[in-house]
């Protein structure tokens, strides 16, 4: 899940901890953000999760927790990719999905991004 240390100390992670309840990325004032990353949810929180919302957190423990540092003038990257695999002549039905994490900062028109895939690698973009 994302996280996001503010520059008062706060953290806002994309599910609370305490309730399990999803926030929005786009609400958080990034201005005021000093610190994205990826973190590795706690079980109890995924508990959580799925007792608010009904929909099923699989974390992917191989990921490694990746966080970067912000200024005023870095601007944070952070999404997710989905790829699907489909099997020619399996009549289009999904094989395989994968879900890679994508977390980097914009500064001066230049990027740094990481692609974080499901086994952990992570690939400078």
Do not use: C
Request: proline share 5%; glycine share 8%.
């Amino acid at each position: 899940m994302w996280s996001v240390k503010l520059e008062d100390g706060r953290v806002i992670e994309q599910f609370d901890r305490e309730t399990g309840k999803e926030h929005r990325f786009g609400d958080i004032d990034l201005s005021k953000a000093r610190e994205v990353g990826w973190v590795i949810p706690p079980v109890e929180t995924i508990n959580k999760v799925a007792d608010s919302s009904g929909h099923l957190v699989v974390p992917f423990y191989s990921l490694r927790e990746v966080r970067l540092k912000l200024n005023e003038s870095r601007k944070p990257i952070i999404h997710f990719e989905r790829s699907m695999s489909i099997q020619a002549g399996g009549h289009g039905m999904p094989v395989s999905e994968q879900t890679s994490y994508v977390l980097g900062v914009e500064e001066d028109g230049h990027r740094f991004v990481l692609k974080i895939r499901p086994d952990g690698v992570i690939e400078v973009m």
